[in-house]
């Protein structure tokens, strides 16, 4: 798979490229990286998920979000009917002329913050950015750019002082090295390419490339040609029948074995994808099957199955429209009741945090359960504490709460 380099012109007169995702938009946009600051946010009632710097995110009506600049994403909309999203990809070369520090700004905005004076923050933004929309469906007069001008100062001077934090370095970015090198891996990730390779192609050392890799992507450089490579072999085990030794290696992976292992601290499953024409063809243990479907229809999905297979089987989803169907006596709580009885921990000891209704009899089996702030409903009436988001560092929160830290 090849992550594309998006060059973004900025509209006439004005430092920014604006655009409105509809039903009549690709359902998926593909890996891609470019220069600029793009801002996003969801308008109408739907369910889109950003994967960001290797973090998935969902995001709903009334969300705002900030992709920093050359941060590979990808997004994919669960349901496009209806969908309105308006996006900002603002010039990062005007940024850099109204705010030269920009290159150390990392921005960590991913949806409504908790923070009381952030979420005055993010009201203003939200108010901004429709006033915005109102302004580009309108016909224009002579002052329409300055207008969008001004606002584009306002959004940018309240994301820095309130969304973003400092990365400081010593070394100041060379831009062009750096596009140079993405450019080089994203095309070029299946050759035998590593730090060395690339400072030795770009004339210069490997420690300088990585001080301003790392300053830049926040990433090393090692770590993202890796991550380019998993994204191609993802697309490959999905839409291909390639045996995995095949995959590897077109992939950039000098061995199966580093591949399984890469892929598997990534995903936390092994890559074995196997079609079979007939599950009788399958001579082994079968553990779990795993479906998707739309996010909307989960539950519609989950009783379809439940009432067409049977009590020998438990139908549950463990979120973002996956369904998992386990064995019925095997589920989260049979887990942590093995642990009691081998660690001598008490289930009212315990504390477990959940968000999907794969994780319901754990929550009832521990002393201490806590639903995420972007659980279920179900797992929300069921749980007795609640924290925060993922995004939010909600677990570590909670945990500092209760330990008193």
């Known amino acids: 798979m090849k992550i594309t380099h998006e060059i973004v012109q900025p509209t006439p007169k004005v430092p920014f490229k604006y655009y409105f995702h509809d039903e009549n938009s690709p359902k998926r946009v593909p890996s891609h990286w470019h220069r600029n600051i793009e801002l996003g946010f969801m308008v109408s009632k739907n369910t889109l998920l950003v ?14 979000w900030v ?5 590979i994403h990808e997004t994919d909309f669960i349901n496009r009917k209806s969908v309105f999203v308006f996006c ?3 010039d990062y070369d005007f940024l850099k002329k109204i705010y030269p520090d920009i290159d150390q700004i990392h921005f960590d905005l ?27 469906q309108e016909p224009r007069d002579d002052t329409f750019n300055l207008d969008l001008t001004g606002r584009i100062y306002i959004l940018m001077s309240n994301l820095i002082n309130n969304f973003s934090h400092k990365v400081t370095s010593n070394t100041s970015v060379n831009e062009s090295l750096i596009d140079q090198a993405l450019k080089i891996i994203n095309n070029n990730y299946a050759d035998d390419l590593n730090g060395a390779v690339l400072a030795h192609e770009l004339n210069t050392s490997v420690t300088t490339l990585n001080q301003q890799f790392h300053q830049t992507v926040q990433m090393p450089i090692n770590k993202y040609i890796t991550t380019v490579r998993l994204l191609a ?14 995959i590897a290696i077109d992939s950039g992976f000098n061995s199966t074995k580093s591949f399984i292992r890469n892929f598997k601290n ?15 063809n399958i001579d082994d243990e079968i553990l779990k099957f795993s479906v998707n479907c739309p996010l909307t229809e989960t539950e519609a999905y989950m009783e379809h199955l439940a ?31 093995y642990l009691s009885q081998k660690l001598n921990i008490k289930p ?3 504390c477990a945090f959940g968000d999907g209704g794969n994780d319901l009899e754990m929550l009832r089996y521990v002393g201490h359960g806590v639903a995420m702030e972007n659980a279920s409903e179900i797992v929300l009436e069921t749980a007795p504490y609640q924290t925060t988001n993922n995004n939010q560092q909600g677990v570590l929160a909670h945990l500092e709460s209760v330990f008193e830290l």
Request: charge should be negative; include cysteine; charged fraction near 25%.
């Open 51 to 64: 994967k960001d710097d290797n973090q998935e995110n969902e995001y709903h009506q009334g969300d705002i």
């Open 67 to 71: 992709i920093n600049s050359r941060d």
């Open 88 to 90: 900002l990809l603002i």
């Open 110 to 136: 991913r949806g409504k913050p908790t923070c009381l004076k952030q979420l005055i923050a993010y009201q203003e933004l939200e108010k901004q950015l429709r006033m915005m929309i109102q302004l580009l």
């Open 233 to 246: 072999a993802q697309k490959k085990l999905l839409n291909t029948n390639q045996n995995i030794d095949y």
């Open 266 to 280: 990534w995903k936390h499953t092994t890559p074995c994808i196997t079609s079979v024409d007939s599950f009788e």
């Open 307 to 337: 009432n067409g297979i049977g009590k020998d089987v438990s139908v549950v989803s463990s979120g973002h429209g996956d369904i998992d169907i386990i064995q019925a006596e095997a589920n989260k709580a049979t887990g942590l009741e």
């Open 348 to 350: 009212e000891e315990m």
